[in-house]
């Protein structure tokens, strides 16, 4: 059983189904993946300013992103701690660089001071 709620402004409406996706019978005749469901849908006209941008049907689900796939990996993972590695010698390299010149620049200073 499905109903409707309609907000005091005409920019959203919201409608929030009771029923999950997953409990749909075959004769509806959309195929729906096992847990996935709408927990509501919000309508934005076009017409409404700041919003004529962004106008259109929005699905709202309880959780974002296909159910069926981990947004965060063990691959995704490794090659987080790979980048960090990288990262961090990148850093590393960079301020041994920035100290050498450093040195370099003191030691200059120190000859002309010398030669004054």
């Given at each position: 059983?499905?109903?409707?709620?309609?907000?005091?402004?005409?920019?959203?409406?919201?409608?929030?189904?009771?029923?999950?996706?997953?409990?749909?019978?075959?004769?509806?005749?959309?195929?729906?993946?096992?847990?996935?469901?709408?927990?509501?849908?919000?309508?934005?006209?076009?017409?409404?300013?700041?919003?004529?941008?962004?106008?259109?049907?929005?699905?709202?689900?309880?959780?974002?992103?296909?159910?069926?796939?981990?947004?965060?990996?063990?691959?995704?993972?490794r090659r987080y701690r790979q980048q960090l590695?990288?990262?961090?010698?990148?850093?590393?390299?960079?301020v041994a660089r920035q100290r050498g010149l450093?040195?370099?620049?003191?030691?200059?200073?120190?000859?002309?001071?010398?030669?004054?």
């Amino acid at each position: 059983v499905a109903w409707s709620v309609l907000t005091s402004t005409p920019v959203v409406s919201l409608r929030q189904n009771d029923a999950l996706l997953s409990e749909v019978s075959a004769t509806d005749g959309d195929p729906v993946e096992p847990g996935l469901h709408d927990v509501g849908e919000a309508t934005v006209p076009p017409c409404c300013l700041p919003f004529c941008s962004v106008g259109g049907l929005y699905h709202l689900r309880g959780h974002p992103g296909s159910p069926a796939h981990r947004p965060w990996t063990d691959e995704c993972e490794r090659r987080y701690r790979q980048q960090l590695a990288e990262f961090r010698e990148l850093r590393e390299g960079f301020v041994a660089r920035q100290r050498g010149l450093k040195e370099d620049i003191e030691k200059e200073s120190k000859r002309i001071q010398e030669r004054e």
